[in-house]
């Protein structure tokens, strides 16, 4: 591994009874927010936060961490198509990197490929308009993430 990220069958040991996960969708202009119920089954859009420098985005993440009891994060990994890393995963890794010196919580990353076009074709179905799309993708896009991590504890939880 190259970074301070677990993988996500490890998460599950590291989390207490009734603490959340938080999802990040960590774009070049904003970061979408979601949140876990305390069962960790379901996964809600939270919010978008406009980007700034690290340590402000760093600070407003962990401030709403802190505000909801959120014990991890998983954090969408912008894998090229073919499974390579480009520019974009390697931002995420370095985001990752400088935000888990400021953080004890477990971070695991999650293929978010496709996430965004998922979320904006279920959006077009619901007929909502560009102005809304935009404005509540990435935190949408932020639940997809952590809905598909969530899906895969609890499918090992069972198994």
Do not use: C, H
């Amino acid at each position: 591994m190259s970074g301070p990220e677990i993988p996500i069958t490890d998460l599950a040991a590291r989390l207490g009874r009734g603490q959340r996960l938080m999802g990040l969708d960590l774009g070049t202009k904003t970061i979408g927010l979601a949140l876990s119920d305390v069962e960790r089954r379901l996964a809600s859009p939270l919010e978008t936060l406009k980007r700034d420098k690290f340590s402000a985005d760093a600070a407003a993440l962990l401030a709403r961490a802190e505000k909801f009891g959120v014990a991890g994060f998983v954090v969408g990994l912008p894998l090229n198509m073919d499974g390579s890393e480009g520019p974009r995963a390697q931002a995420t890794r370095a985001f990752v990197r400088n935000l888990a010196k400021l953080t004890p919580a477990p971070i695991v990353f999650w293929d978010e490929r496709l996430s965004t076009a998922a979320v904006l074709r279920t959006l077009i179905e619901q007929d909502a308009s560009r102005a809304k799309r935009a404005a509540v993708v990435d935190r949408m896009a932020a639940a997809y993430i952590l809905q598909g991590a969530l899906d895969r504890l609890n499918a090992a939880a069972l198994g």
